[in-house]
């Protein structure tokens, strides 16, 4: 009989042992910056309920916790947290997939950057900024012509790098169901000789917005 009782007694211990804690998540193979007073890393982690519950090798963790849920981080970098003093770090990571006119000397080269994307790329909206007319030595506005003849088919939507005009071709117009009756206060949708010429300025920029596709999930994590 007693002996009955030893080997249950060393069984339960050894059920113990193999258990592991649950968790809702576990992250493995990352460079984690830990913010502790050595700054050191780590490569795993598990969370529950929201909160680190623990940080350390992915053998330490995997050996300890399981999960139902497991991240292989391909051995990007965590942060334990941002204070966004208005960085917007998710646009940014989204413009990063965008064509990039920052620096532009004139409309020809921020053509040129477009064409040079969407060969890259192959967008079924193509989307950027950072142009400003005011670096060109043509300081007018530019007009859509020349992305319509390129990209008859495809909308493009452009901001300048004050935020504040988005210049569009005519695919862009037609999707946001833009016409030369279109009006739209506190803004301007610009027209030539009873044309529009692809510049929308202010709140009028928002009908073009409203008409592009929200982010993939690919490209919200990517971002």
Known sequence: MRNIFTILFVSVILCSCDSKQKVDLI???AKIYTVDEDFSMAEAF?????????????SEITSIYEANKTIDAHGKAVYPGFIDAHAHFYRLGLQQQ????????SY???????????????????????????DWENKEF???DT???LFPDTPIAL?????????????????AGVTTETTFEGGDIEQKNGELTGILVDNPMQLIFDAQPKPTEDEMAEA
């Open 27 to 29: 992250v493995t193979n």
């Open 46 to 58: 598990a969370v529950k309920d929201g909160k680190f519950e623990a940080i350390g090798t992915a």
């Open 98 to 105: 965008m064509v990039n006119l920052v620096g532009t000397k």
């Open 108 to 134: 020809e080269e921020v053509v040129a950057r477009i064409v040079e994307f969407q060969q890259k790329n192959n967008k079924s909206f193509i989307t950027g900024g950072g142009w400003d007319q005011n």
């Open 142 to 144: 530019p007009a859509k």
């Open 147 to 149: 992305l319509d003849r």
């Open 159 to 175: 901001s300048r790098i004050d935020g504040h005009a988005l210049l569009v071709n005519q695919a862009a117009l037609d999707k």
